[in-house]
């Protein structure tokens, strides 16, 4: 069978989160990081996730990257082109969902996509065209205060209209209840009125999985991984895929534990908190890290005195929105974002020539960071820690055991995710 679906993921974690509900619904599916420079053997895979770095770049960068892997994809006979984003919508007031989302749509010839952002099982769900985290709008979910793109309104149909020229419409959740027959004929009505954007209503699974079934025909969708929950089962019934038994097993973990955060997410702050409670870390600070390479000699001192101890070792940039405000105030954003994921980059390469084998990294864009300084090209997929975050496997050059790696969204994650992560994979093999 040839490939069933091709992704294309706006940041790196975002991209593991959706090859893992792939993988759990039954799907063959490789992550690659970038776009390959080779065609894929895609005999026994059923789904490719390519991760760019494309979230909060420039829009017109991120256009032509996106572009760049939706050939690559389509080269490999990909049937559905998935562009996959945050459950929490990140973008700018420009974009780059939108013209990101415009961009693929014209390419694949599409007159119509949706968007679903909903990931219910982690508290993410739209209702009327609002964006929920758990009881909270989105603009009061802590994501107001996310340090590259804060997010201070909740109607996506709103948000969408500022980053395209064309209409946006909503598939309500009414319609959907009606099922997968009226949610087509509501897209229908709404093509017809050359709506080419379609922000969808998502309560639960079950609406997830009314959505597949009326969207998997479509050469594009658009949306967080709780689609990809769904959509392999639509598949299914189309013929499209066969059923396989397990897709997740990965070798046997091997080597010392390190944890990376650059996230300042709410559910980061706590994981960063509890973690401390009982354990050392080390702060980075930005505006030190503006000054001199001294704190990452600090850093590497620290780790390398604790990295043969049963416990991981914890390196942090995560800080209340107060303090980041404060390092923005000094340094600009984008100034301070860079000077933590380089030093990220700088620790993960240097620690893992030192004995890291099992790494856990906190953060969309600090995993970008250091996904890229490894020179990670491809990740397989194995058992999940948390819904949205499972374990994989790499390989890195000069290191012959594989690299244990996982790449934790900023808001997922239970509040001891830190000693959880590795006590799930244990010293020989994933659970
Ligand atoms: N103390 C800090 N001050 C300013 N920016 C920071 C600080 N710590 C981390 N950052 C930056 O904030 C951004 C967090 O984004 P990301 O890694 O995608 O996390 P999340 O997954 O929570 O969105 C990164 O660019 C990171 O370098
Ligand atoms: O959809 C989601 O919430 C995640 O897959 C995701 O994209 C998270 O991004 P970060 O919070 O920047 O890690």
Not at 80 to 104: E, H, M, W
Request: net charge negative; aromatic share 4%; proline share 5%.
């Amino acid at each position: 069978m040839s490939l069933v679906l091709g992704a294309i993921a706006d940041d790196f974690t975002g991209a593991t989160d959706l090859a893992n509900n792939l993988v759990r619904a039954g799907m063959r599916c490789i992550q690659t990081i970038g776009v390959p420079e080779h065609a894929l053997d895609v005999d026994d895979v059923d789904a490719v996730v390519v991760a760019l770095k494309s979230r909060s770049c420039p829009a017109e960068q991120a256009v032509n990257d996106s572009l760049a892997a939706l050939a690559w994809l389509q080269a490999q006979g990909a049937r559905q082109i998935f562009f996959k984003y945050c459950s929490t919508f990140d973008s700018t007031p420009r974009g780059n969902i939108g013209p990101v989302a415009d961009a693929l749509l014209e390419r694949v010839g599409g007159e119509q996509t949706v968007m679903v952002p909903a990931f219910p099982v982690n508290g993410r769900t739209v209702y009327q065209g609002h964006l929920f985290v758990g009881d909270r709008l989105l603009n009061d979910s802590g994501m107001q205060h996310h340090p590259l793109n804060p997010m201070q309104d909740a109607d996506l149909v709103r948000v969408l209209a500022q980053q395209t020229p064309h209409p946006v419409g909503l598939l309500p959740h009414a319609t959907l209840a009606q099922g997968a027959e009226a949610a087509q004929a509501r897209l229908g009505a709404l093509q017809r009125e050359g709506v080419r954007h379609v922000i969808c209503d998502t309560l639960d699974e079950n609406d997830l999985a009314v959505l597949a079934e009326t969207v998997a025909d479509l050469a594009l969708v658009t949306g967080g991984s709780g689609l990809g929950q769904t959509l392999p089962e639509a598949y299914r019934r189309r013929g499209w895929l066969a059923p396989v038994a397990n897709a997740g097993q990965l070798d046997a973990p091997n080597g010392a534990a390190l944890v990376l955060s650059g996230s300042c997410s709410r559910a980061t702050l706590g994981q960063v908190e509890h973690f401390l409670a009982s354990h050392e870390g080390f702060a980075l600070d930005p505006l030190a890290l503006a000054d001199s390479d001294t704190q990452i000699e600090e850093a590497l001192a620290f780790a390398r005195e604790r990295l043969d101890e049963a416990t991981p070792v914890l390196i942090y940039a995560s800080a209340s929105p107060e303090r980041v405000e404060q390092a923005q105030q000094r340094l600009g954003a984008a100034q301070a974002g860079e000077l933590v994921e380089r030093a990220m980059a700088r620790l993960a390469r240097e620690l893992l020539d030192a004995g890291v084998g099992r790494l856990v990294v906190a953060g969309g864009e600090t995993s970008g960071a250091v996904v890229s300084a490894l020179g990670v090209t491809e990740l397989r997929i194995g058992e999940q820690i948390d819904p949205g975050v499972p374990w994989t496997q790499t390989q890195v050059a000069g290191r012959e055991a594989p690299l244990s790696l996982a790449l934790k969204s900023g808001n997922f994650g239970g509040v001891d995710f830190f000693t959880r992560a590795f006590a799930a994979l244990g010293q020989g093999g994933t659970s």
